[in-house]
């Protein structure tokens, strides 16, 4: 029976993932830049911030209060060709995968820089993000990140998830995947790898904003 109930989640979690992820419909007053032409100006382990247009962004959006409905990883070329998959991502329907700069097309983007990383530091952190191509999206964390910040602050914060479990997980959503590289780095974006959100990286000390 046990079994029979977490199949059922499972699923339900899949079709409301599905459901999620589905494009909407979107006026935009801004005009946005041709994304070929980041190439310029990214270097290993920049941080893009999108403003998205599925219905998850759109919730992420409302209950953030933010702009920014999504950030990603630029981890350098993976591949040959023109147009190569460069950034990694945690997708809500696909899990954590990479994707091209044509991909951006039409998005609102914006790029984020630790200043304090040198070359190295910039590739480990690349290289970490990486490395964890293929894991899961985790729904039920988001669901719950969202619950949290629509109810009343709670008297204290919640204590901060240990780094152990930082290294052992493989499940994420965006903001959790490069929250935990940084904090694995010894870099910490927020207090609180766990409960953190695109509008934290917008508003960390520690990234400052790359013109493009």
Same mark, same amino acid.
Request: charged share 20%; glycine share 6%.
């Given at each position: ?129 990486? &490395? #964890? ?5 985790? !729904? /039920?964390? $988001?669901?719950? =990140? *969202?619950?949290?910040?629509?109810? +009343? ?16 997980? &493989? #499940? ?5 995947? !490069? /929250?935990? $590289?940084?904090? =694995? *780095?010894?870099?910490?974006?927020? +207090? ?21």
């Amino acid at each position: 029976m046990r079994a029979v109930l977490a199949s059922i989640h499972s699923r339900l979690l899949q079709a409301l993932a599905l459901y999620l992820a589905q494009p909407v419909k979107r006026q935009r007053s801004w005009s946005t830049r041709d994304p070929q032409q980041l190439a310029a100006v990214l270097v290993h382990g920049d941080v893009l911030l999108t403003d998205g247009n599925s219905r998850m962004a759109a919730l992420v959006r409302r209950v953030t209060r933010s702009t920014w409905a999504h950030v990603a990883m630029y981890v350098g070329p993976l591949e040959g060709g023109p147009d190569p998959r460069c950034i990694v991502e945690a997708d809500i329907a696909v899990g954590v995968r990479a994707v091209r700069l044509s991909e951006l097309k039409d998005l609102r983007v914006g790029v984020l820089r630790h200043g304090g990383l040198d070359e190295t530091q910039r590739r480990r952190l690349a290289d970490w993000v990486v &490395s #964890r191509i293929g894991g899961e999206y985790d !729904l /039920a964390h $988001a669901l719950a =990140l *969202a619950t949290r910040l629509l109810r +009343p602050p709670p008297a204290s914060p919640p204590p901060p998830a240990p780094e152990a479990m930082a290294r052992g997980t &493989s #499940r994420f959503i965006c903001s959790t995947l !490069l /929250a935990q $590289a940084f904090l =694995l *780095a010894g870099y910490p974006i927020v +207090p609180d790898h766990g409960y953190v959100t695109p509008r934290d990286f917008e508003t960390a000390a520690a990234l400052q904003p790359v013109p493009t």
